[in-house]
Every structure is written in structure tokens, then in C-alpha cells.
């Protein structure tokens, strides 16, 4: 357990529902990444956060999904009217600072399922 | 921009007997360079990592790593497999500029790894 949870762990939805999930970061850590991992590959990045400010978006981030920070501790993400492609694995992650011996602290993930 | 690749999707060993697992980056900066490992039903855990310090990285289990500006490499090693070390590895890059990390991980696509008796 390193200290990042995520909420769901499991999520099946049906495709064109929004769905919403929260990540726990490590309590002092003031940076929160999501990645997303498809099966049979490595996690793609998505976005990441210091504090409450979002600062880059990946290209994979489509505008049906948004991501908050809103007080600089938890974080959601949420996607709208899903689609079977966005079915995967979405990883949270977190790191205290900036610098050369950051570390990223992957939470258990939450697995999503678009039917 | 930065990639990785990992050269094998899976390897097969026996225990007791040595680990590699190959991994070549591309980076346009200074890169930092973290081998993750991920069991089944679990989450993502740093094995090691490589932020222009020594070249040779020792991380936990005995894993090691070497990084190599010349080849572009950063091959992850172990002198003697055990049952508990099967699992998927990623060899994963960031950039590190002036002592920044962008926070941006780029994976590659992950190397099962697998220890018969």
C-alpha cells in the first residue's frame, strides 16, 4: 500500500453514462498525475497537477474528460457519455515537489468497463 | 520528446538464474530514467531509479540497473531470479532539465517476466 487510494476500484458502466473517480493522493504531496493503461501496454500519461492548478493535458485527454483539483488535495476525474474505447485501467499517482529524486506513488488504479 | 523502448514483451528464466530485461530511451533533454514493476492485482512500484548520478543503480530485491549515455540504454538486471520476481517491469523516462522534472512518465510497453522452478 503506498498511500494513494482510488475510488472505485471497479466501475462498469454503459456506453454514453458519465462516470467520476477520485484519487487520494499522499497527504503532502502537492503534485497528482493520472495516467491511463490499456491492456497489454504502459500507462499512458494524462494530466497532472501541483497543488490545485492543472498544468498539462495530454492529447489522449479528449473534451469528454475533465479533471479537478479543487482544494489541492483530492482529485477527480471524470468522463462523459463513455465510449467502449475508453475502457482500461486509470492510475493515480503522486509526488511531493519538484526535482531530480522525485518519486511517483501509483494508487491500486480503478478499472473501468464500458459495455 | 522522450520514448521508451523495451526490447522483449516476455522473458522466461529459471530460478536461480540471472535477469535482464532491455530497455533503450530517447530523450532531447537530460533524461531520468525508473524501472517500475507492477504484480498482478497490484499497484505500480519503483524498482530503482537514475538521476544523473551514479551509472550503475542499485534498487530493491536486488535488482540493478546501468545507464549507458553511449548506447542509450538502461538494462535492468538481477545475478539470481526468484519465483517472487514474476511480474510486468516498464522502463520509463522523464525529462529532468536544469534539475526540474516536468513530472510527465512516459512507460514503455512492459516486459512480462517470468521464473520457472
Known amino acids: 500500500d503506498t498511500g494513494v487510494s482510488q475510488d472505485p476500484r471497479h466501475k462498469i458502466t454503459k456506453r454514453g453514462q458519465n462516470v467520476t473517480f477520485r484519487c487520494d493522493p499522499i497527504?503532502?504531496?502537492?503534485?497528482l498525475y493520472w495516467y491511463r493503461q490499456t491492456l497489454g501496454q504502459g500507462p499512458e500519461f494524462l494530466t497532472y497537477f501541483q497543488n490545485e492548478a492543472q498544468l498539462e493535458k495530454s492529447r489522449l485527454l479528449s473534451d469528454r474528460f475533465s479533471a479537478e483539483r479543487p482544494k489541492g488535495s483530492f482529485s477527480t476525474l471524470e468522463i462523459q457519455r463513455t465510449e467502449q474505447g475508453d475502457s482500461a485501467m486509470y492510475l493515480c499517482?503522486?509526488?511531493?515537489?519538484?526535482?531530480?529524486?522525485?518519486?511517483?506513488?501509483f494508487g491500486p488504479g480503478t478499472r473501468l468497463t464500458v459495455l | 520528446a522522450q520514448s521508451v523502448t523495451q526490447l522483449d514483451s516476455h522473458v522466461s528464466v529459471s530460478e536461480g538464474t540471472p535477469v535482464l530485461l532491455r530497455c533503450n530511451y530517447s530523450s532531447s533533454y537530460s533524461p531520468s530514467l525508473f524501472w517500475y514493476v507492477q504484480h498482478p492485482n497490484k499497484g505500480l512500484q519503483l524498482l530503482l531509479k537514475y538521476t544523473s548520478a551514479a551509472t550503475l543503480v542499485k534498487g530493491i530485491n536486488g535488482f540493478e540497473a546501468e545507464f549507458k549515455k553511449s548506447e542509450t540504454s538502461f538494462h535492468l538486471t538481477k545475478p539470481s531470479a526468484h519465483m517472487s520476481d514474476a511480474a510486468e517491469y516498464f522502463c520509463?523516462?522523464?525529462?529532468?532539465?536544469?534539475?526540474?522534472?516536468?513530472?510527465?512518465?512516459?512507460f514503455g510497453q512492459g516486459t512480462i517476466l517470468t521464473v520457472h522452478p
Open positions: 499517482a503522486s509526488s511531493v515537489g519538484q526535482g531530480e529524486s522525485y518519486e511517483q506513488f
Open positions: 520509463v523516462v522523464t525529462i529532468n532539465a536544469g534539475g526540474t522534472s516536468y513530472g510527465k512518465l512516459t
Open positions: 497527504s503532502e504531496h502537492n503534485r
